[in-house]
């Protein structure tokens, strides 16, 4: 089967814990992703709340670099994509079609940062983590407003530059901000709050996974407006202890459905960034979790489309451009 992922934190743990991206004891690595047939998946660098400024950077290019040096080992399994000629010749050979991400703008949080970003190849930015940062909010910052003057600046030049806006982590009115401003936008590893909330045994744990995740308005939106909603992996954003796997992925998968989300559901999975249910704990579960959906009614089409095509087609776009 194939496989297009939104989401995951495996660069940085392979930094930061010294794991190789070959056969580490991660969530992702290159030898588990060989049950795969096409694969594309997104490396997001994770920049942590308490690092801003040249701080930010220079973690940024650590871990990067770190990652290409790992690339540059494994480089027959792995590709690293700047343009849709290179996802297509990784396609053709096998590899799995790496794409940049950085989680947290910090990085590139000043005019003219952007550009700096698009140099480095990074093709999506998360706008914000969980805290505010120098562009916006994030959905624990406690703040309610909409991002800051820098970063509807930034939008403009991320539109510009064909760099995605992901909207994951980010508080209600930046996501609104997000989405009016013209750049593309996604939510690369956000799932339902309703759902949560019909769920989930109240506790502190319930309701900042609620503000964590998407309400079917900005669901609407997002289908509305052709972008893409990644399903996270992580425990507490699928439900409560036991009750956080495979059901837990069908329940938020048909939630979007019903909400129109044919060709915008996809997977963010959110691999070495969290802690994950034994069911979904590793990208060689992927086929599992595709069985299990098709024996729950989900049609073989639309699941290609879930793990792969609505993506595929989204960040064709992207990379042409
Ligand atoms: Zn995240």
């Known amino acids: 089967m194939n496989l297009f992922d939104l989401h995951c934190d495996t660069a940085g743990e392979c930094f930061n814990r010294k794991m190789s991206l070959y056969n580490g004891n991660l969530h992702y690595n290159l030898c588990k992703g060989n049950i795969l047939d096409k694969e594309c998946r997104l490396f997001a660098i994770w920049i942590p709340d308490e690092l801003r400024g040249n701080d930010a950077v220079e973690y940024f290019e650590n871990v990067l670099l770190n990652f290409k040096n790992e690339i540059s080992l494994y480089d027959s399994k792995i590709k690293l994509c700047q343009d849709f000629l290179d996802l297509k010749e990784a396609e053709n050979s096998g590899k799995c079609a790496a794409i940049l991400t950085c989680e947290g703008a910090s990085p ?19 706008l914000t983590w969980n ?6 909010y994030g959905c624990q910052s406690g703040c309610d407003s909409g991002l800051k003057p820098l970063g509807k600046r930034l ?6 530059l064909n760099i995605v806006a992901d909207v994951s982590h980010l508080n209600t009115a930046g996501f609104y901000d997000a989405v009016s401003s013209g ?12 759902v949560l909330e019909k769920t989930r045994a109240d506790s502190e744990d319930k309701f900042f996974s609620c503000r964590r995740s998407l309400d079917d308005e900005q669901i609407k939106l997002l289908v509305e407006s052709g972008s893409l909603i990644g399903i996270n992996f992580c425990k507490s954003f699928l439900g409560d202890e036991g009750d956080d796997g495979f059901e837990a992925v069908y329940r938020h998968m048909s939630h979007i459905l019903e909400l129109g989300g044919e060709n915008v559901l996809s997977i963010g999975s959110d691999f070495d960034g969290c802690e994950i249910n034994p069911e979904l704990s590793g990208v060689d579960k992927i086929p599992a ?30 990379l042409q451009n």
């Open 108 to 126: 590139f949080a000043y005019d003219g940062g952007i550009e700096r970003a698009k140099e480095l190849g990074v093709k999506l930015i998360t």
């Open 131 to 136: 805290s505010e940062n120098e562009i916006g």
């Open 155 to 160: 939008l403009r030049d991320m539109e510009r």
């Open 183 to 194: 750049a593309r936008v996604i939510a690369s590893h956000s799932n339902s709050k309703s």
């Open 289 to 318: 979790l595709e069985a299990f959906l098709l024996e729950k009614g989900i049609g073989k089409e639309l699941a290609e489309k879930i793990f792969y095509k609505n993506a595929y087609n989204f960040f064709k776009n992207v």
